[in-house]
């Protein structure tokens, strides 16, 4: 819940948000929920209005995967292709009065769903009626106000692409793991990270999620390591008051390694110190993530950490 600028929330754990366009939209809402709660529920309203729009004049139309140039269109938003290096992957703005996403085509098509629910995401908070045409190409940071909407509007696009409700329901009938990531890639048209924190997300399981890659001043080593880029844990995994330190290695006995090396997926337990006296064994599930550039010959891998 956001009260001013300047004020914490009452729970003292949400950020601070800086940014007008996410006061307003807190203020309309007025309900006090966290604003991350407040944008997934005006992205599941928007994604129902044109569901229903699109089941009366799309016999075909039988999501998921959740069509988002036919979600635009449904809700009076044109999308057009561009070659412009202005546009590093897709802008939202105004033009003859009508909303108008600007993409680039060449990307990759999970990465052009993802920008094209994104740019959506902006509707559903009152700057996009002014953005400049020119838009910088860089990625504002999170801590300023630019960067704290472009993260709301990330959390909305994961609900226009993956709605929660639908995805915990799959994951529940068909279960939790990295094994199952690539079904839900395919049933969603999402890529294997979007998806990957999606399943943490829903908080079926115990478990932290994080990405791993080689360390530069590593790569000569006999051993070798990866690193913790980043970790996010499930809520059940959080009750159990464990906690990833950042840059955390893994070495060259780890299954980690071997996923990163061969580009299959492996799996092992594993005893990690994760610091301050504190050990823990884990059951690991290491996938590679090899459409990502590769560092120093190897691929980042994404790793499901299972506490035992």
């Known amino acids: 819940m956001v009260e001013t600028a300047e004020q914490e929330t009452e729970s003292g754990s949400d950020p601070i948000f800086r940014s007008k366009a996410i006061l307003e939209l807190v203020r309309r809402d007025g309900s006090g929920r966290p604003v991350e709660k407040v944008v997934c529920g005006l992205a599941r309203q ?45 802008m939202i703005f105004v033009q003859d009065g009508e909303p108008t996403i600007l993409y ?6 999970v990465r052009t769903r993802f920008n094209i629910f994104h740019e959506i995401a902006h509707t559903l908070f009152p700057d996009y009626l002014y953005n400049d045409f020119y838009r910088s190409t860089s990625r504002p940071r999170l801590f300023e106000p630019e960067g704290q909407l472009e993260y709301l509007c990330d959390t909305a696009a994961a609900e226009f692409l993956m709605p929660m409700d639908l995805f915990q329901t799959d994951l529940r009938k068909k279960g939790f793991g990295a094994e199952k990531v690539q079904a839900l890639c395919a049933r969603y048209g999402a890529s294997m990270e979007a998806v990957c924190l999606r ?27 990866m690193r913790v880029v980043y970790a996010t844990p499930t809520e059940r995994f959080r009750q159990r008051r464990l906690f990833f330190p950042p840059f955390l290695e893994l070495g060259s006995r780890s299954c980690i390694l071997l996923a990163a090396r061969s580009k299959k997926m492996a799996a092992g337990e594993e005893e990690i110190d994760l610091g301050r006296g504190q050990r823990q064994q884990f059951r690991i599930e290491a996938l590679p993530l090899t459409a990502r550039r590769r560092r120093h010959g190897r691929a980042p891998v994404l790793a499901f950490f299972y506490p035992l």
């Open 46 to 90: 928007k994604l129902a209005e044109a569901d229903d729009i699109l089941r009366q004049v799309d016999e075909p139309w039988s999501p998921p995967p959740y069509d988002p140039f036919l979600v635009a269109q449904a809700l009076g938003i044109r999308c057009q292709a561009v070659d412009a290096p202005w546009v590093e992957d897709a």
């Open 199 to 225: 399943m943490v997300e829903a908080n079926v399981e115990s478990c932290c999620l994080g990405l791993l890659e080689q360390r530069r001043e590593d790569r000569n080593r006999r051993r070798g390591c």
């Open 104 to 109: 680039r085509p060449e990307r990759s098509s």
